[in-house]
């Protein structure tokens, strides 16, 4: 409705990766191991600023591709005094791309907040090829190879590689003007435990949502994988528990994502848990609710329940199957965000 939808068959050229092109360099952050790449040049689309880049991250299994969207409002978004800017920080689930995703449910949330939003998609597909420059404590070393990303090696390295690049993207923020109290992390699904992950281990002043995600990983495997796969993901389960720790969290961290712990740890006032009952992917015995309550930590957060009668309510855009409960979020964000 609003001109922001689209599929790989018809990829508008204002959010293309011109992957047959040559890359400019936009160096933004001086953060070691962190590239920026600018594929196309900012557009303004329904009244919002629109930039596609994409960011090569360094880590222990070398170099990641990470695919981004910034939106910035052309009023600038609501200001403070001293000047900081209102952000959100958008964490995707798994699986999720712009090309299959409704790009315009997230945009429609940051104009409704009336914020800046920076939106986090780790690339599980495809290559790019082109010049870069990676930065490090060290001089520039240029890279001109392709890259290609393969969904295992983006995995192995999600949760001690993202979690610290998206460190780096808040510091870069903080370091622009932004309090981490004002730079609101929103994650769905996977992406509810990222930001619990960074919130709790970096920013614990920062407002959380979590939107139907899990309270562990291992839990969750262990639940999903016999609805997936029936018997054999039965047979299944209880080896991948136990790979798992090992895959996300190394010999150092054998409890990855394991957001019932990690809520604790964040000392803001605005946690929020929002949740669907009917969740076909995050069933509710292994969402984060159920966890906090088991542990009885549940203690101030939040907690939104989406009452949405649809088939599909963990990827159907719930501002549509639960419109009242999504102004709900929408108004508490607001009021963690400290906008009128």
């Not at 600023?49 to 880590?59: C, K, P, T």
């Not at 699904?189 to 939107?211: F, I, N, Q, W």
């Amino acid at each position: 409705a609003d001109g922001l939808d689209f599929t790989p068959a018809d990829e508008p050229s204002w959010l293309s990766s011109e992957r047959g092109n040559r890359a400019h360099d936009r160096i933004r952050s001086d953060t070691p191991w962190v590239l920026q790449l600018q594929l196309n040049s900012p557009v303004e689309r329904q009244g919002l600023r629109v930039e596609r880049l994409r960011l090569m991250s360094g880590g222990f299994l070398g170099l990641a591709e990470l695919d981004t969207v910034t939106v910035q409002q052309p009023s600038k978004g609501p200001q403070e005094p001293g000047g900081g800017n209102r952000w959100v920080m958008w964490f995707v689930g798994n699986g999720e791309f712009y090309e299959a995703d409704q790009l315009s449910a997230k945009l429609r949330l940051a104009k409704d907040l009336g914020v800046k939003y920076f939106d986090l998609q780790p690339a599980r597909r495809g290559h790019f090829s082109g010049a870069a420059v990676l930065l490090s404590s060290g001089p520039r070393r240029p890279c001109s190879r392709r890259v290609d990303t393969w969904p295992p090696v983006i995995l192995c390295g999600l949760r001690p590689c993202l979690v610290s690049d998206m460190d780096a993207f808040l510091e870069d923020l903080t370091r622009h003007g932004a309090r981490p109290e004002h730079v609101l992390l929103f994650g769905h699904s996977m992406g509810g435990a990222v930001a619990t992950e960074l919130a709790a281990r970096y920013s614990p002043y920062s407002p959380v949502v979590s939107k139907q995600s899990f309270s562990s990983l291992s839990l969750e495997a262990s639940l999903i994988l016999p609805l997936m796969l029936g018997s054999a993901g039965r047979v299944l389960a209880p080896l991948v528990g136990i790979l798992l720790p090992f895959v996300f969290g190394g010999p150092l961290n054998l409890t990855p994502f394991d957001s019932a712990r990690r809520w604790a740890r964040i000392r803001s006032p605005h946690k929020l848990l929002v949740f669907h009952r009917q969740d076909e992917v995050i069933p509710m015995e292994a969402s984060v609710l159920v966890g906090l309550r088991r542990n009885r930590t549940l203690g101030d957060t939040t907690c939104v329940e989406l009452k949405g009668n649809c088939r599909t309510p963990h990827n159907e855009d719930w501002a549509v199957h639960s419109h009242e409960e999504y102004q709900e979020t929408i108004a508490l964000m607001r009021t963690a965000l400290d906008i009128p």
